[in-house]
Nanobody, 115 residues
Framework: QVQLVESGGGLVQPGGSLRLSCAAS????????MGWYRQAPGKRRELVAA???????NYVDSVKGRFTISTDVAKNTVYLQMNSLKSEDTAVYYC?????????WGQGTEVTVSS
């Protein structure tokens, strides 16, 4: 059974940093692609960052150079380090595990960047 539990969201000032965590169970990182998505009110869900089973990473252009996705295999945890945060980063952030066309989602953690 797959379970993803996000944590680390909160209120942060523009220019600040935040580290999101996704504790995963029932997931093998050598099989699944792990990702972070975000969704703001009235906006479509957007892929922010992903890391493949081979360790390659991808980022949406708007966060390149500011966000870093990583995994800790021993802890079965995925992280999203967010630096130089902007008001445009305000959203609910979701952890995702993908195998083929199947996606497993966490419940999300809210990030609010004040303006």
């Amino acid at each position: 059974q797959v379970q993803l539990v996000e944590s680390g969201g909160g209120l942060v000032q523009p220019g600040g940093s935040l580290r999101l965590s996704c504790a995963a169970s029932g997931i093998s990182f050598n099989i699944y692609t792990m990702g972070w998505y975000r969704q703001a009110p009235g906006k479509r869900r957007e892929l922010v960052a992903a890391i493949s089973s081979l360790g390659s990473t991808n980022y949406v252009d708007s966060v390149k150079g500011r966000f870093t996705i990583s995994t800790d295999v021993a802890k079965n945890t995925v992280y999203l380090q967010m630096n130089s945060l902007k008001s445009e980063d305000t959203a609910v952030y979701y952890c995702d595990a993908q195998f083929g066309i199947k996606h497993y989602w966490g419940q999300g953690t809210e990030v609010t960047v004040s303006s």
